[in-house]
């Protein structure tokens, strides 16, 4: 855990000062993490009930990482689709909603939840995805209330790598705007990452250097 610093030109920059090092929280690695708060965060894990997102709370003072809560994911794809060294499709991605005020977390890991990272419960499943549709990376746009999946979907004996966008004006009632083939799993690999902001979507695949 680093903090941002500023220069002296009111420009912010990574502290090259480690605040929290190495802490466990007694799951099997964390392929990924999303900052829910500056005081809250949000590990991809795999936990002793399967796979999902670990709730943490960051203590800088006492550098110490306490955990607060367990959302599990939905028909993981558990161990299919990652690809070596370091990519696992598990990923979240945050969501505040200024008119409520509150935070919204949302998963892709086959299946599609949200929650919100703060209260206990269980997560929502999203269940607007079009049939054979795996969710494997997110990233959601505030600015346009809408959050993109990256994933493959699988129809006829085909799979095809494919991103989907959905309304999040309702966070725990998302609709389905589109669906977008990127490309066909033997040429192009599966789509291994997005990003939205304003209109603009990106997205890059296993097998080309290219950003679509």
Known sequence: F?????????????????R???????DIGYPDVTLVTPEITAFSADVDQGFGVVVASI??????????????????VEFNF??????????????FQEGSGKNYLYVANGG????????????TVVDVAPNGFKALTVDV?????????????????????????LDISDPLDPELVNMEVV??????????GVASAGQNIL??????????
């Open 59 to 76: 203590n800088t003072d006492s550098k110490s990482l306490t955990r607060d809560r367990v959302f599990l994911t939905e028909d993981s």
């Open 20 to 26: 929290i090092r190495n802490r466990s929280l007694g």
């Open 82 to 95: 990652i690809i070596l060294p370091a990519n696992f499709p598990l990923t979240s991605s945050m969501y």
């Open 183 to 192: 490309s066909r799993r033997s040429r192009g690999g599966r789509i291994t």
């Open 2 to 18: 680093y903090d941002f610093s500023s220069s002296l030109f009111d420009l912010s920059y990574v502290s090259s000062t480690l």
């Open 141 to 165: 746009n505030s600015e346009r209330a809408v959050a993109v999946f990256g994933g493959v979907i699988q129809r006829r004996r085909q799979t095809s790598s494919v991103y989907i966008v």
């Open 112 to 123: 599609i939840t949200v929650q919100d990272p703060q209260t206990n419960g269980k997560p």
């Open 203 to 212: 997205y890059v695949t296993e097998n080309s250097a290219s950003i679509g």
